[in-house]
């Protein structure tokens, strides 16, 4: 394992990533007294249920570190390494400036600390992704299952985190564990919007050059395409048919590639919720 220069940009993202995730926490989670989604969540409800019934006071950043440091020995064999070093480096900054950080509460309004919290925590967790890292804990888990089945997971987390809110809601009032929720969904979706890895599309391509488009796109990503004889009803004419089905992420590429062998080629996009049978997934580095 040899770290490239692009290495070296996503270390630097992981590290913009951790400081804005820890900024929200101790701006918004932290003042609103919010329970986020996956660990950090977890975490805290912990931290807060051994101080309120045990009068055992461990810091949110030693519970979630330690709970990160298991999962990460677990999933350890099952996901790229580099991936997992950059999530480590996450989730250890995260802990650290998590802790060491003293800011003022910007808002106290209960509306506003859920939804700009979950704006933060979603812009973090997402530019995380896109650094070839994640925050850990449930994020490894939710990765792992991912490239198992090619769909996304992130939706079926939710139940987890659900749990985790009638929790809280049951010993530290509903309001909290309401709002939690808001901060929790709007993550969510910045989450869904900015993570393309495991999202699908459909590409069908109509074209005149079917051997030259096919290579053009194999030079990009390594998914099987369909050839099908077709004719335009307006022009009678024969052409061809390519379906292709790839990850989002690659689909600027794919149509720029079609584009550079054949400018007439006609093509359309549709999104796939799921797909069964052999499809190839580039393995986390």
Known sequence: MYFKRKDWLYIAGVTVSALIYSFGMNTFVRS????????????RLISLLLEE????????SVIYFALNIITTVIVWKNIGHKFVLYSVLWYTETSILTQLLDLPQ??????LISVFGGVVN???????????ASSGGTDFIAIDLAARFNTPTWNYLFIVNAIVLVIAGLNFGWNQALYSMIFQYVSKELVNTLHHRYKLKRLHIVTDLPEEVSQAIFHICHHG?????????YSHKDHYMLLATINAYQI???IQAVKSVDQKAFISVNSVEK???NYYQAPLE
């Not at 019934?53 to 949110?60: A, D, G, Q, T, V």
């Open 252 to 254: 600027n590429d794919v």
């Open 225 to 233: 395409i369909t050839r099908v004889p077709c004719m335009g009803e």
């Open 275 to 277: 797909i069964v049978g």
């Open 106 to 111: 910007i808002t106290h309004d209960p509306l």
């Open 53 to 60: 019934y045990l009068h055992i006071s461990i810091s949110f």
């Open 122 to 132: 979603g812009i973090a967790v997402g530019i995380a992704l896109r650094c070839n």
């Open 32 to 43: 609103g007294n919010l329970f986020p989604g996956g660990y950090a969540g977890i975490s």
